[in-house]
Each structure stands twice: as structure tokens, then as C-alpha cells.
């Protein structure tokens, strides 16, 4: 199975703060995600990564920073966060060997901005 | 625009009965089609997938059907139980670039 983790599970900032969500995994996957779940949106995603110091633009990009530093690590940056970007943040990643393209999610970020 | 979109946000089904989640798609360069599970307050898992090749794939009780030409694809789960009371995504992607774009969800719920 899979291992994702993300820190911190629970962040709450005041409006215009900076704020840096973290993920990595383990298994060496190429694929990195950052997805925002929101009731009546599912998820959406916010920026991907096949590998070190590359960067995909997602669907709902606006607002959001990322960076992959190494295959493991791909922090998610709101550098002057606002009161809409209060949601569940999950990262994931996949494996895209062979046919299948399988998302293996973190437990989640639940941030609040006041 | 929304490119994966699941027009029913809830439905409920008798315990044993079928129960069939709906998923439309816009982009025609799709060629993976999965289902994923979430419990309240647990993160997504993958349920079953299917690659564009195939319309049709059976996993115990779960069976996926993709219709290409109505870029439409379901999730039927037979016997469905009380456990599978869940929120169902599905998700679309290119192979190519691999950006996975997920529906709102469907919460389903299985009355005993």
C-alpha cells in the first residue's frame, strides 16, 4: 500500500497570512497531486508534478503555489491566503506504470481561514 | 467548464437491490476512467478502473460500463449492502499528461 502523508491534518490562519501544506510520499511514485475538496465540487485540482522541479498547472490554480523538491516531497503554498481558500486539502500520488494510473491519497489538510 | 460532471448529488437504495452511479465527460482525449469511494472524513480509494479499449469491466460486484460515443460511463454495484454508503467520484484522465479531473460525487445510501 501506498504511503502519503501530509502535515500539518489541521491548519487555521487569518486572511492575507502565509501558509505552506505539505505532502510526501514513499513509494517512489513519478506523479504528485494537490486536490481541494469542497462540498458540491468534489475535487479539483490545483497543480501537479511528474518529478523534481516540475510543475503542472491544474483546474483551479489561482491563489495557489507549488513546489516538488524531490521525487518524495510537493508542498502547496497560499502565500496571502483568503477566506475562499478555507477547504479539505488532499495530496496524492500515482504510479503510471503498465495501464493503470491508481491515486493514492494523503489523510488530508482541513484548513480555516478566518 | 466542467469536464467530469455527475448529475445526481444523492441516491438511495434498498439493501440488495442495484445500485447505478452516472458520470458524463466532455474531453474526447480521455482515455481512463476510474471510480473512487469516500467515507466521511477518510481520504478516496480506489474503487475499479477502465482503460478506453474496453466498455465493459467486472470486479466481484462492482462492474464498470463505458460508452465512448456518449462519453458516458456507470458504476453498478449488485447486492449493494449497507456498507457501501459512501460518496462515490469519478475521475477522467489523459494518459498522456495524466491529469485526473474528478466529478462532484454522488452519495449514496443503502437503506436497510
Known amino acids: 500500500e501506498a504511503a502519503v502523508t501530509q502535515s500539518p491534518r489541521n491548519k487555521v490562519t487569518v486572511t492575507g497570512g502565509n501558509v505552506t501544506l505539505s505532502c510526501r510520499q514513499t513509494?517512489?511514485?513519478?506523479?504528485m497531486y494537490w486536490y481541494r475538496q469542497d462540498t458540491g465540487h468534489g475535487l479539483r485540482l490545483i497543480h501537479y508534478?511528474?518529478?523534481?522541479?516540475?510543475?503542472q498547472i491544474g483546474d483551479v490554480p489561482d491563489g495557489y503555489k507549488a513546489t516538488r523538491t524531490t521525487q518524495e516531497d510537493f508542498f502547496l503554498l497560499l502565500e496571502l491566503a483568503s477566506p475562499s481558500q478555507t477547504s479539505l486539502y488532499f495530496c496524492?500520488?500515482?504510479?503510471?506504470?503498465?495501464?493503470?494510473?491508481?491515486?493514492?491519497f494523503g489523510a488530508g489538510t482541513r484548513l480555516s481561514v478566518l | 467548464g466542467q469536464q467530469v460532471k455527475q448529475s445526481s448529488p444523492s441516491l438511495t437504495v434498498q439493501e440488495g437491490g442495484i445500485s447505478i452511479l452516472n458520470c458524463d465527460y466532455e474531453?474526447?482525449?480521455?482515455?481512463?476512467f476510474a471510480w473512487y469511494k469516500k467515507y466521511p472524513d477518510n481520504s478516496p480509494t480506489l474503487l475499479i478502473s477502465v482503460r478506453s479499449n474496453v466498455d465493459k469491466r467486472e470486479d466481484g460486484r462492482l462492474t464498470v460500463f463505458l460508452n465512448k460515443s456518449g462519453k458516458h460511463f456507470s458504476l453498478h454495484i449488485t447486492a449493494s449492502q449497507p456498507e457501501d454508503t459512501a460518496v462515490y467520484l469519478c475521475?477522467?484522465?489523459?494518459?498522456?499528461?495524466?491529469?485526473?479531473?474528478f466529478g462532484a460525487g454522488t452519495k449514496l445510501t443503502i437503506k436497510p
Open positions: 474531453n474526447d482525449m480521455f482515455d481512463y
Open positions: 496524492a500520488s500515482s504510479d503510471t506504470q503498465g495501464c493503470q494510473n491508481t491515486l493514492y
Open positions: 508534478s511528474y518529478g523534481a522541479g516540475n510543475l
Open positions: 513509494n517512489s511514485h513519478n506523479y
Open positions: 475521475a477522467a484522465g489523459d494518459y498522456g499528461n495524466e491529469k485526473i479531473t
